[in-house]
């Protein structure tokens, strides 16, 4: 059999064109493409040599400009508060208003309870830092509240009346409940005897006038003389300057006031009378522990025969024959 004739297709001319139109598409697709790959890479090369030619300043602040331009994600927000409900929330329900109330009534009934009645009334007074003697003339100034309870007591009046006594500096107290008043006290420091004529009181180191004496009695103590003129009230300092300095003095002495038979401040000058019968010039009442310890190591060295010590200056002690104030001393020896 001989070949079959090979015919044309009546789609063969469509096919051709939808070939060359698809063709055409490919190559406008490809070129657009390229076109708009290509702008971009140029584009891209320029920004590269803008940067590379901007300065170092210019190039940061477009970059803190391009992030400050970014948008927040997530933006913080206060809560929104109702009053009303806040004040529900934190407000006392009508319950716990009662309690308190009730809690407040018991604790004002109790506390009038205990300070009318004698629940806890007072029956015993410890006194503390005292000798056996001031802690009777406590206990007996303080005789008015015994019986009075504990709680209502007025403390001010109780440390007036303790610390009116002469023998008392200063005092405080404490409740021992359920019946015990606590009194601690700092009492005064004798330090001297106090003579006018026949008469003699005790004094303390601060001046004070702590209680009579007989004239015999506490032979170790300076004495102080007055004069007849002079009152003497117990329980007061003394107004005479003389005499509350000279005390002062002694008290501030310590150990060497035992040696010490009588002390006087006369004319600014302050004078130890010792029990050997030799004299001890302290000058004014100032520095007088300094001026006692270098008086008790001279007293070691003193010459025989010497009866004054003159101390006055600390740092040139001067001793001697005669007597102290006197402008020129029989024999005077330097230390």
């Known amino acids: 059999?001989?070949?079959?004739?090979?015919?044309?297709?009546?789609?063969?001319?469509?096919?051709?064109g939808a070939r060359t139109s698809s063709s055409a598409s490919i190559s406008s697709t490809r070129s657009s493409f390229s076109a708009s790959s290509s702008y971009p890479s140029c584009r891209k090369v320029r920004t590269g040599d803008e940067n590379r030619r901007m300065p170092r300043r210019a190039r940061l602040a477009r970059s803190i400009a391009r992030v400050e331009a970014?948008?927040?994600?997530?933006?913080?927000?206060?809560?929104?508060?109702?009053?009303?409900?806040?004040?529900?929330?934190?407000a006392p329900t009508r319950r716990s208003l009662a309690?308190?109330?009730?809690?407040?009534?018991l604790a004002l009934g109790g506390y009038l309870i205990a300070r009318e009645s004698s629940l806890f009334a007072i029956d015993r007074i410890e006194v503390k830092g005292g000798t056996p003697q001031i802690?009777?003339?406590?206990?007996?100034?303080?005789?008015?509240v015994a019986g009075r309870p504990l709680v209502g007591l007025d403390s001010s009046a109780v440390l007036r009346t303790v610390d009116a006594l002469p023998t008392v500096v200063s005092a405080s107290y404490d409740r021992a409940f359920p019946h015990t008043l606590r009194i601690t006290v700092v009492t005064e420091r004798p330090a001297a005897v106090l003579r006018r004529g026949?008469?003699?009181w005790l004094v303390?180191?601060?001046?004070?006038?702590?209680?009579?004496?007989?004239?015999?009695?506490?032979?170790?103590?300076p004495r102080i003389w007055l004069s007849t003129r002079t009152s003497v009230p117990i329980g007061a300092e003394l107004t005479a300057a003389g005499a509350a300095t000279a005390a002062?003095?002694?008290?501030?002495?310590?150990?060497?006031?035992?040696?010490?038979?009588?002390?006087?401040?006369?004319?600014?000058e302050l004078v130890f009378h010792l029990r050997s019968?030799?004299?001890?010039?302290?000058?004014?009442g100032d520095a007088v522990k300094l001026k006692v310890a270098v008086a008790d190591r001279v007293l070691a060295l003193l010459p025989s025969g010497s009866t004054f010590v003159d101390v006055s200056n600390p740092g040139r002690p001067v001793s001697g024959i005669g007597s102290p104030l006197s402008d020129v001393p029989a024999t005077s020896t330097r230390g």
């Open 198 to 200: 026949p008469d003699s």
């Open 204 to 221: 303390s180191m601060r001046g004070r006038v702590m209680e009579r004496l007989p004239a015999a009695a506490l032979p170790r103590l």
């Open 99 to 105: 309690i308190g109330f009730g809690m407040l009534a």
């Open 135 to 144: 802690a009777g003339q406590v206990r007996q100034a303080l005789a008015s």
């Open 70 to 90: 970014l948008p927040l994600q997530w933006r913080p927000s206060l809560p929104e508060v109702n009053p009303r409900a806040w004040l529900a929330h934190v």
């Open 248 to 268: 002062h003095a002694v008290g501030l002495a310590g150990a060497f006031a035992a040696r010490v038979a009588s002390a006087s401040y006369t004319d600014g």
């Open 277 to 284: 019968g030799v004299e001890v010039l302290l000058g004014g």
């Open 1 to 16: 059999m001989p070949p079959r004739p090979r015919t044309r297709s009546l789609l063969w001319p469509r096919r051709a």
